[in-house]
């Protein structure tokens, strides 16, 4: 039953993108929005007599669901730059380093709220982010409004958290009441034993276990240069994969980050498994990692979406670039003739939230999910003549291009600020952990 009041309308939207089964496209389109929720989608003046706590005019603009980032370091924004010309081992050396100096709860938080906003003014609005002192990481990333998905790291050694194996469990044990208390948007519950050179396969099977039994999702590095995949075999005469499906890791549901070189048989594996892969390739060129071959991929039904990676690989947390150049390389690699541009965005929007097993509340514009929203200004020389939407999406469309943003229906982004969080106080904090992490450095 259509009610006369709702919480906000957004109206005039030039161009709706529903990202739905059909993927329409809508011209001159409003939505509402009550509790969080869609409730409305039709032309303009269908909804005309309804009234609105907010109404926002969207002439000028398109309309579409917020990005979502399936592989990320927040908190490693205050690492940018930090780790350069090197391939992946060196950043490592270099990263962990750095870390070691200046990364504790209250900078996590700090770094992990830097890389919210970041995210949420390029137009992202979910993020599956793997850091130590989640707990931290969740708190910053809340205050910034951003529907933010953590959990419980888990390496064989104590790392910079200085925690013991059986503190991680009982930590992961908890992670569930820590989401309540900590609150922000609904998200699911995963847990991210980080790679499989960092955990020995007895370690991945109690995360394998103890995921299942929490009904919770997992997150982990897999094949993310050639390297890894030779110390591995070397190790165990297994891939990275199949020592992810003989230990049980892929019982629940799975994203790996990077899996830039998998065998033809990882690729079966992970597809049998309906798992999914956050392609990085940003990240991946940045490091001399790899290309990794998307369309094999999706050709095998292995499903894949698109990850910025961490600040401190890819300098920078912007989703449009990311998906540009998976365009691009996917042309290269398969000839732009085979290249879909709307195949691209839901990478990025639908397919990403089915990863995470949020399709039915976020990742496309669809009566009764939530309301995780973006408007891009059409109203730029670089936007300007339209001819084919989603191309504009894949190959046009900038950060910068992002006006407005709301998470849960709460509006994080008015006018391209955000509306949580007072950026001259957060960059000041952020300059004074920059000149200690410097003068620690020269020690």
Request: charged share 20%; hydrophobic share 40%; aromatic share 6%.
């Amino acid at each position: 039953m259509i009610t006369s009041k709702v919480d906000t309308l957004i109206i005039n939207a030039s161009y709706l993108i529903t990202v739905n089964k059909e993927n329409q496209v809508h011209k001159n389109y409003s939505i509402a929005i009550t509790n969080g929720q869609i409730t409305h989608i039709a032309p303009t003046e269908e909804l005309a007599h309804l009234e609105a706590k907010n109404k926002f005019d969207a002439h000028g603009k398109i309309l579409a669901p917020g990005l979502i980032n399936t592989h990320t370091h927040l908190a490693m924004s205050l690492l940018r730059g930090w780790a350069e010309g090197v391939d992946l081992q060196g950043f490592l050396d270099r990263v962990w380093t750095a870390e070691s100096l200046i990364m504790n709860p209250e900078n996590v938080e700090l770094g992990t709220r830097l890389g919210a906003v970041e995210s949420l003014l390029a137009g992202t609005t979910t993020t599956l982010d793997m850091y130590l002192f989640p707990d931290a990481a969740h708190k910053g990333a809340v205050s910034a409004g951003i529907r933010h998905i953590s959990g419980p790291i888990f390496l064989d050694f104590p790392g910079l958290d200085g925690l013991q194996w059986e503190q991680r469990i009982e930590l992961a044990k908890n992670w569930q009441q820590v989401l309540s208390e900590i609150g922000g948007p609904n998200v699911p519950t995963f847990l991210m034993p980080h790679a499989t050179y960092t955990l020995s396969p007895s370690h991945l099977k109690q995360v394998s276990e103890l995921a299942q039994q929490m009904n919770a999702g997992i997150s982990i590095h897999i094949s993310e240069n050639l390297s890894e995949n030779d110390q591995i075999q070397k190790k165990y005469s297994k891939t990275p994969t199949a020592l992810l499906e003989s230990s049980g890791v892929l019982q629940s549901q799975t994203i790996v980050g990077h899996g830039v070189h998998l065998t033809d048989d990882d690729i079966k594996i992970l597809a049998r498994f309906h798992a999914a892969v956050a392609h990085c390739p940003g990240s991946n060129l940045k490091l001399g990692s790899g290309i990794a071959d998307i369309k094999k991929y999706q050709d095998s039904n292995l499903a894949v979406t698109l990850g910025t990676d961490g600040c401190s690989s890819s300098n920078d947390l912007d989703m449009w670039s990311v998906i540009r150049l998976a365009a691009n390389l996917y042309s290269e690699r398969n000839g732009a003739e085979n290249l879909k541009a709307d195949q691209i965005f839901r990478m990025a929007t639908i397919e990403a939230a089915k990863a995470l097993g949020l399709e039915d509340s976020i990742g496309s514009i669809e009566v009764g999910k939530q309301a995780d929203l973006i408007l891009i200004d059409l109203n730029k020389p670089h936007l300007i003549p339209l001819h084919n939407i989603f191309a504009q999406l894949v190959f046009a469309v900038g950060r910068a291009d992002v006006s407005d943003v709301w998470v849960d229906g709460k509006h994080v982004v008015a006018a391209g600020k955000s509306t949580l969080v007072e950026f001259s106080q957060l960059s000041a904090q952020v300059e004074k952990v920059s000149i200690r992490l410097h003068e620690h450095s020269k020690k």
